[in-house]
Each structure stands twice: as C-alpha cells, then as structure tokens.
C-alpha cells in the first residue's frame, strides 16, 4: 500500500532519535529543536502513518511494536543514505586537471615528483594523457600541457620549463669499451638511434670534435624512453635529453661519456589557456610544477 503522502525525511529522522533515546527532551537537545516541536512532528508522523509509535507515559516513553519495526526499517536507511550523500560530496569536492605531457617527461621527471604534489593538494584529482611521444598542439581537452617544441606556443598562457639538451649515454658496463676504443667507440658499440633525430648523432659528433660516426651495429627505435631503456640495459650508446636522464646518472644506471652535451633548438613548454589558467586548482599545479623544474616565464 502507497501511501498518500509520504512522511517527510525530516521527521522520520527526529523519530530515529526520539526512538533512540526514548525521550523528546533528549532528542530535542541533540537536534537543537524544543520538546514541543520534536512532539509535534511525532504525532503528525503517526498521523501520516496511521499508527502510534510511542506509548507516552508520565516519566517515560516507549516504543509501540509499530515503532519499534519503523525504527528497524528507516534508520538503517537513512545511514545508507547518509554516506551516499556524504560520498557524492566528497567526489564533488574532489577537483579534477587534464594533462597533456610527453612520454619521458611524466615517466622521468612528473610522476617520480608528483608525491609532494599530492601531499600539498590530496583534493585535486590529476587525469594524464602522455600517449604523444612529442606533442606541440594543446589540445582543447586538456587544463594543462608540457609541449616540446622550438617555437613557444601563441595565444595561450606559456611558460618555458627548460631547454633541452643531448647527452652521450651508456650503461655503466660498457664505460671500460668506451675508454679504450675513444673516438673510436663505435666500430665495436651498436649505435642506439631514435628515427625522428637520427641526424643528431652527426651534430653531436661535430660538437665533441670527432668525425661523424660510421657505426658496425645500429638500433632504431620510436620512442625516446624505449631509447634510454636500451641504454640502460647495456644494449649500446644513445643520445638522450640530459635532464631526463638526471636520477639514472645519480643512481648509476646510465653514465655520460663525453662532457659535452648537443644543445637543441626544443624546449619544453608549460601551456595552458587564459580562463583555466585562472582556476585554482591549474593555478596550484602549475606554480608547484615551475618550483620543480625551475622554470623561467617565457613571453609567448
């Protein structure tokens, strides 16, 4: 059977505390409302209904069967509905930013940091795209971009992280083959390349003052961290960006062997457009993220 009109939420919460407490004037106190007003509510509750939920006597008050199995069914209810409320707030509390960034720079230098991020601001959900090994666009679907470009982007609100830089790596192992063959290294040493700057060796050969490399064994690979992943597994020399190789030089995983690093033309960008970059949590992120990597701001 529907009821005709359905008991307010509002009074079927002040019965599960009168009903708890076996008094209006308890409940009235928990509820910062009066006696009276709690007592009124019970007994336009039980108009509702139909049925008597207390039996009100001089010094106490007790629940009739039908209170009793009203409590046993709403209040179990009305917790659920309680921490589904509560759940659906938290996520609405919760903020979300988009991120475009390169492969390498979120594996080797974003997501090793981000920790300290997230313990300044556990509110801000970040969402990370990094499927574009260099990407140059900000897409409209993101709040946030580190784009690697030679030219900084226009019409946006842009910040140059830094510049980047090439250095000669290889695996620890290999530094005794290096040392002994020099300029020569690689007429025994595979040539680890990245096909979208295959020509860089060549320019850094120039830089180093030694003639370009006429390898015996070459590996060509797509990706830049596929390139310094073969280094560091001794599988030959690589040129790679010199900041993002920075904790594998600490822990000893790859090691430098020339001291002259290939200046290149790209930067890496930090992009976002005029109206997020306004928003507070972007505005959060975007300040840690130029503490990290001690950006410069770039005129764009």
């Not at 009739?64 to 921490?83: I, K, Q, Y």
């Not at 090439?166 to 300029?183: E, F, H, K, M, T």
Request: glycine fraction near 4%; hydrophobic fraction near 45%; proline fraction near 8%.
């Amino acid at each position: 059977m529907r009821l005709s009109r359905p008991p307010p939420t509002r009074s079927l919460r002040v019965f599960c505390v009168a009903a708890r407490h076996r008094s209006f004037k308890f409940a009235a106190e928990e509820l910062y409302l009066t006696p009276s007003a709690v007592s009124h509510q019970m007994k336009e509750l039980e108009e509702i209904l139909g049925a008597r939920l207390f039996e009100r006597r001089p010094r106490s008050l007790e629940l009739t069967r039908a209170g009793e199995a009203l409590l046993g069914e709403v209040e179990p209810l009305l917790e659920a509905l309680d921490r589904s409320l509560a759940q659906v707030a938290r996520g609405a509390a919760r903020r979300s930013v988009r991120m475009v960034l390169p492969p390498l720079f979120a594996t080797e230098l974003f997501l090793p940091r981000l920790g300290a991020f997230r313990a300044l601001h556990p509110d801000i959900n970040l969402q990370i795209d990094s499927h574009d090994p260099r990407p140059q666009v900000h897409p409209a679907s993101a709040d946030v971009s580190v784009l690697l470009t030679d030219t900084p982007p226009q019409g946006l609100q842009c910040t140059r992280l830094f510049t980047i830089s090439l250095s000669a790596v290889c695996a620890p192992q290999l530094l005794p083959d290096v040392a002994r063959l020099g300029a020569e290294l690689f007429r025994e040493l595979t040539l680890i390349l990245h096909k979208s700057s295959a020509s860089a060796w060549s320019a850094w050969a120039q830089e180093v003052g030694i003639g370009p490399p006429e390898p015996s064994s070459v590996l060509e690979l797509d990706a830049m961290h596929a390139v310094v992943r073969a280094a560091e597994r001794g599988l030959g020399v690589a040129l790679a960006p010199t900041a993002h190789c920075a904790e594998q030089f600490r822990c000893g995983a790859l090691a430098p062997i020339f001291a002259v690093d290939l200046p290149t033309a790209d930067a890496l960008y930090l992009v976002s457009r005029t109206k997020d970059a306004d928003k507070a949590d972007v505005r959060a992120l975007a300040t840690w993220m130029l503490e990290q990597f001690g950006a410069t701001p770039q005129a764009a």
